[in-house]
């Protein structure tokens, strides 16, 4: 997956420093699930439409299995929206843009 600005690939290193502060929705996915390249422009439109709202982040599985494996992650793609450092919603599975923002709403 391409990295870029609105959605950075997170490292073990970085994810707890990226989740302690504000609303954060980290993408568990990867490279070889087709659900989750289709999921991918859904993620950086959201992350566009709530910038400023909600931080967006993505973690590749098979380079972070220590943390899929802390945060249950067993099927992908698997979607975690953390809240000052703390799980407060998973999204499992693609679903529509529009679906997807009614959802994130209820947190802001």
Request: proline content about 4%; hydrophobic content about 40%; some cysteine.
């Amino acid at each position: 997956m391409v990295n870029n600005d609105k959605v950075p690939e997170l490292t073990n290193g970085e994810f707890n420093n990226f989740i302690t502060k504000g609303l954060v929705l980290v993408d568990f996915y990867a490279d070889w699930c087709m659900p989750c390249l289709m999921i991918a422009p859904v993620i950086e439109e959201l992350a566009e439409r709530f910038e400023g709202k909600i931080k967006f982040g993505k973690l590749n599985v098979e380079d972070n299995s220590v943390l899929s494996h802390k945060y249950k992650v067993s099927s992908i793609p698997n979607l975690i929206l953390f809240k000052n450092g703390e799980m407060v919603e998973r999204f499992v599975g693609n679903q529509s843009s529009e679906d997807f923002e009614k959802k994130l709403k209820k947190f802001i």
